[in-house]
């Protein structure tokens, strides 16, 4: 399993940019790199993905490195609301088709005003 | 709307009365999933399961019973509960393509065995 390492904490003003890095220096080539976020006690909630290219959504831009050894999850414009803990995930493959996601510790992001 | 609905939300019970917590989802999805969330051990999935009338063992599957008649319900059972199973629970679920498709998650319930 491609491990990740994420900071446990980090802050933000509102209104500015969110950096979330993420480590997974383990990754496999055909192994995607999620990102959910958890707002206290809800269920989790898909932000973005990716294998190799940037991508961006309405929510999120993610930058993975040529290497694919790391990642950084970016919030453009960080609200009160954005506070949760978020959680960089490799898509594990069990090889019969289905994949666990496997929820590590995450980084608890706080935006204060 | 696309949604995973759970119920109840909320349930307070004791030592082995036998519940079911309830996942519906409307989004014609295949696979669906239970996962139990404690504090310092974060999500751990319970079962899964890739269509009708297939369901897997996760993590943690002890104490806990699923089934998987219609596409769109994937109930979670506890026969004989106990208060090491208080805990947050989810239901999920995924289109096929698992790999990159992302999961679903429902509103979560709470559960708290006495």
């Known amino acids: 399993d491609a491990k990740t390492t994420q900071p446990p904490s980090m802050d933000c003003a509102e209104g500015r940019a969110a950096n979330l890095p993420c480590n997974h220096s383990?990754?496999?080539?055909?192994?995607?790199v999620y990102w959910y976020r958890q707002i206290h006690s809800q269920g989790p909630q898909y932000i973005i993905h990716?294998?190799?290219n940037n991508e961006t959504n309405e929510m999120a831009s993610l930058i993975i490195t040529e290497d694919r050894k790391s990642s950084t999850l970016i919030l453009p414009h960080a609200t009160l609301r954005d506070t949760a803990v978020y959680y960089c995930?490799?898509?594990?493959?069990?090889?019969?088709?289905?994949?666990?996601?496997?929820f590590g510790k995450g980084t608890m992001l706080l935006v204060s005003p | 709307e696309a949604q995973v609905t759970q119920n109840p939300r909320y349930l307070i019970t004791v030592t082995g009365k036998k519940l079911t917590v309830t996942c519906s989802q409307n989004?014609?999805?295949?696979?669906m999933s239970w996962y139990r969330q404690d504090p310092g051990l974060g999500l751990r999935q319970i079962y899964y399961?890739?269509?009708?009338?297939?369901?897997d063992k996760g993590d943690v599957p002890e104490g806990y019973k699923v089934s998987r008649k219609e596409k769109r319900n994937f109930p979670l059972i506890l026969e004989s509960p106990s208060p090491n199973q208080t805990s947050l629970y989810f239901c999920?679920?995924?289109?096929?393509?698992?790999?990159?498709?992302?999961?679903?998650f429902g509103d979560g319930t709470r559960l708290s065995i006495l």
């Open positions: 989004m014609n999805h295949e696979y």
């Open positions: 999920a679920s995924s289109s096929r393509g698992w790999s990159n498709q992302p999961q679903h």
């Open positions: 990716g294998l190799k």
């Open positions: 995930i490799v898509r594990v493959d069990a090889g019969s088709g289905y994949s666990t996601l496997t």
């Open positions: 399961s890739m269509n009708v009338e297939v369901t």
């Open positions: 383990t990754i496999s080539g055909n192994e995607y």
